[in-house]
């Protein structure tokens, strides 16, 4: 039977001191190959938090350690002040929701979600499972079978059965990673009105960034088995502090520069011939070389000799090489003179026409957008293959 069933029998703590999830310096080594290394991480009480990351960079080996169902090489996972490191699986206040659901084929939905309840013999649990299933509005479906049911209503399922045990944590590994698109989308709205509603801690697991900046108060970006950067998504977003953080949550024109230094609250870079200023909380490096990031949909661009709304130099000799149309926005590819492709994304307002491929362009961008990173990193990290 699946290991999501062992889980999660211990029920809440009373409320009190903080409940935070600590990890500290969590290590996995298998044989020949270290999935998590020294992971520093904490999750606090209440919060959606999601790790998110490319496949393989351990984030199921994090949520097993922490349900319990893996055991760290190295390194303590406390709740609160209790430390839960070696605790058998299910002497934990931790639930886990899988991919693949596991919900029991032969029980109906009602006696699914009853399942964590009866196995620790609380027999009189009519009104707990009717809100569960109210709160994953399933009420009308209790006495289907699963295979009766969609992807979707079984996953919420699944989500009752764990909730019902009310446990401190609520682990989510690529709950949705089955569900179609659309489905994926409802689903993740629907995944925060109930954290929300219930105020429990999740750590939800997931390699789809949209996703996770949906749903998630804090995310995690990790990368072979670190935290590359963690904060909130629009944080994350604005100012990465990697190459790969910039490239793997949404996309970034990482432009080569030489760091001039610092001056006052700006850090002055030479890009092509012009001095860009950025911001100096943005800039994760003060010397040397440079990558000069800044988001496309940042990038402003007008026909050649036509004017800009930025104060920052404008940088001409571009032209398109690539339009394509996607409703609310067009997105351009502008070969620069010293011939590195910009992604430019301009917002649909219909001020004016799509500018087609081959026309001179200028572009520049507003100083207190761009970031700057160390270019000892790959420019490439963290983008993904198709
Ligand atoms: N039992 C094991 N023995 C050896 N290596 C393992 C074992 N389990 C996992 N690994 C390796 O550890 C790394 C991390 O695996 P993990 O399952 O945590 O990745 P993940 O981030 O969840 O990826 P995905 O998004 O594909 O689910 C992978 O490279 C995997 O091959
Ligand atoms: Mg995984």
């Given at each position: 039977m699946s290991q999501v069933h062992e889980t999660g029998t211990a029920t809440r703590a009373p409320s009190g001191p903080s409940r935070d999830l600590k990890l500290a310096q969590l290590t996995k080594e298998y044989a020949t190959f270290t999935a998590v290394k020294a992971l520093d991480l904490v999750v606090p009480q209440g919060k959606f938090f999601a790790l998110l990351g490319p496949s393989g960079c351990?984030?199921?080996?994090?949520?097993?350690?922490?349900?319990g169902l893996e055991t760290p090489t190295s390194g303590t996972i406390h709740l609160g002040d209790t430390e839960i490191t070696y605790d058998k699986p299910y002497k934990r206040p931790v639930n886990?929701?899988?991919?693949?659901?596991?919900?029991?084929?032969?029980?109906?939905?009602?006696?699914?979600?009853?399942?964590?309840?009866?196995?620790r013999g609380i027999k009189d649990h009519k009104k707990q499972v009717a809100d569960m299933l109210e709160l994953v509005e399933l009420t009308s479906q209790a006495h289907k079978k699963p295979t009766q049911m969609s992807g979707g209503q079984q996953q919420r399922v699944a989500l009752a059965r764990a909730l019902i045990n009310q446990p401190e944590v609520l682990l989510l590994d690529e709950p949705l990673g089955a569900l179609d698109l659309k489905l994926r989308r409802g689903m993740q709205l629907e995944l925060k009105r109930i954290q929300t509603e219930v105020g429990l801690t999740f750590v939800h697991v997931t390699h789809d960034?949209?996703?996770?900046?949906?749903?998630?108060?804090?995310?995690?970006?990790?990368?072979?088995?670190?935290?590359?950067?963690?904060?909130?998504?629009?944080?994350?977003?604005?100012?990465?502090?990697?190459?790969?953080?910039?490239?793997?949550?949404?996309q970034s024109n990482l432009i080569a520069g030489e760091i001039e230094g610092r001056d006052g609250d700006l850090v002055k870079v030479r890009v092509q011939g012009a001095v860009a200023s950025i911001p100096a909380d943005r800039a994760h490096s003060e010397s040397g070389k440079g990558w000069l990031g800044i988001r496309p949909e940042k990038v402003l661009i007008a026909e050649a000799g036509q004017p800009i709304d930025a104060p920052g130099d404008v940088i001409t000799g571009g032209y398109v090489t690539d339009v394509s149309f996607v409703g609310v926005s067009t997105q351009y590819m502008v070969k620069m003179p010293w011939g590195q492709e910009l992604m430019v994304f301009e917002q649909n307002t219909g001020a004016r026409r799509?500018?087609?491929?081959?026309?001179?362009?200028?572009?520049?961008?507003?100083p207190e957008f761009a970031f700057l990173l160390d270019a000892s990193q790959d420019a490439k990290a963290g983008i993904e293959e198709d």
């Open positions: 351990g984030k199921t080996t994090t949520l097993r350690m922490v349900a886990t929701v899988f991919q693949n659901y596991a919900l029991f084929p032969h029980l109906n939905i009602a006696k699914n979600v009853a399942f964590g309840l009866e196995r960034q949209e996703e996770a900046m949906t749903m998630a108060d804090t995310i995690a970006v990790m990368n072979q088995g670190v935290i590359e950067q963690m904060g909130a998504p629009n944080e994350l977003y604005e100012n990465p502090r990697t190459t790969f953080v910039a490239n793997f949550l949404g799509m500018l087609p491929v081959g026309t001179k362009v200028d572009i520049s961008w507003r």
